[in-house]
């Protein structure tokens, strides 16, 4: 482990096999402060100044580990080897099906009970902006070929971004897809919900889904004339509640927006905003698709500070490859070879509107 000097950090609580979980911090010279978790990897604070110079933490989550643990949302985590859905939990690469766990409906939803978000990672650096961790997937762990192993690298920049790097490989032929589950509400984490905050994605297309198990159906369909229409900054709120079925399955959004690439490597595809606050974000990647969720499914979640989140307290927008794509030939493969490294990155930047 390399370590430049003694960086800020805090003891954050025991997990059940009492292992001890520390909560790092990084910065910059804007007076931007990130909190990470060494349990699941996961992004506990983002703080950033609003518009009158206040701080504010705009990312739900819990005060301690155990909430991190025992919580089903997935707040902050770095999810994989494959986060979203496979269908009917199992995969199949080079004629070998593998079984997987099977933890929503008949499905495998960010690799269930093993996967990465409930490990404990290892530090591998920490230095004033940047903090480095790693953890090993190892083979069938998760129901997938291969010890996997990767490192995410978080960095706070001088423009008020959070970049999150993931590097990850395999010693055998398997599927890596890993997100981040941030839940955002520019507003501060205290902030009721995010219906009036405004949204724009470059997304000309979206992958519907079968029902409410929420698999696509592998279409590839225009948001020309649906509520899934972001082109235009549009309120989160404006459609959410509309007569279309798509809606209805995830009871609001819940669904993968795939991006309008125009070229290779990182690209500005989302921009949010709130103007009670006047903090907005923009987000880049260089994957091909997106999760759009409006926390549908959180109901009475205490977290940090006393806060109870509630139904749309927050948006996601977790960067990808496609939902179910391992077993969707129209979609782009997460499947990669033996050896062969996963590279990607997503930052989340911050400024006054």
Not at 131 to 152: A, I, M, T
């Amino acid at each position: 482990m390399e370590q430049v000097k003694e960086m800020e950090q805090v003891k954050f609580g025991l997990t059940k096999n009492g292992k001890e979980a520390t909560k790092y911090f990084i910065s910059n010279d804007n007076g931007m402060r990130v909190g990470i978790i060494n349990y699941g990897a996961a992004i506990a604070s983002v703080e950033v100044k609003d518009k009158d110079g206040k701080v504010r933490d705009v990312v739900l989550g819990y005060d301690n580990v155990t909430g991190y643990e025992n919580g089903g949302c997935f707040f902050g985590a770095t999810v994989g080897r494959n986060c979203n859905r496979i269908a009917n939990s199992q995969v199949e690469i080079d004629g070998v099906s593998y079984k997987l766990e099977a933890n929503d409906n008949e499905n495998n939803l960010h690799s269930a009970s093993k996967g990465c978000d409930k490990l404990m990672w290892d530090l591998v650096k920490h230095e004033e902006n940047k903090l480095v961790l790693s953890c090993v997937s190892h083979d069938l762990e998760q129901g997938f070929p291969g010890e996997l192993k990767v490192e995410v690298t978080f960095e706070v920049t001088e423009d008020n971004g959070l970049s999150l790097s993931y590097s990850a490989v395999s010693d055998k032929k398997t599927v890596i897809n890993f997100t981040n589950h941030s839940y955002f509400n520019l507003g501060g984490h205290d902030c009721k919900d995010v219906l009036n905050q405004k949204l724009q994605l470059k997304s000309s297309h979206y992958t519907p889904v079968i029902d409410q198990k929420s698999i696509p159906t592998g279409e590839i369909a225009s948001v020309e004339g649906t509520p899934f229409d972001f082109r235009e900054a549009k309120e989160i709120g404006r459609d959410i509640e509309n007569d279309f079925e798509q809606l209805k399955f995830g009871t609001g959004y819940d669904h993968n927006m795939v991006i309008d690439k125009e070229k290779d490597g990182l690209e500005k595809f989302a921009t949010a905003y709130c103007s009670e606050t006047g903090i907005a974000m923009d987000v880049l990647t260089d994957l091909p698709g997106v999760q759009l969720y409006t926390g549908n499914f959180v109901n009475g979640e205490h977290g940090k500070d006393g806060v109870v989140y509630g139904k749309r307290s927050a948006f996601c927008l977790e960067t990808q490859y496609f939902p179910n794509s391992v077993n969707e030939k129209n979609f782009e493969t997460p499947v990669f070879d033996a050896n062969e490294e996963y590279k990607t990155t997503t930052i989340y930047r911050f400024y006054i509107k």
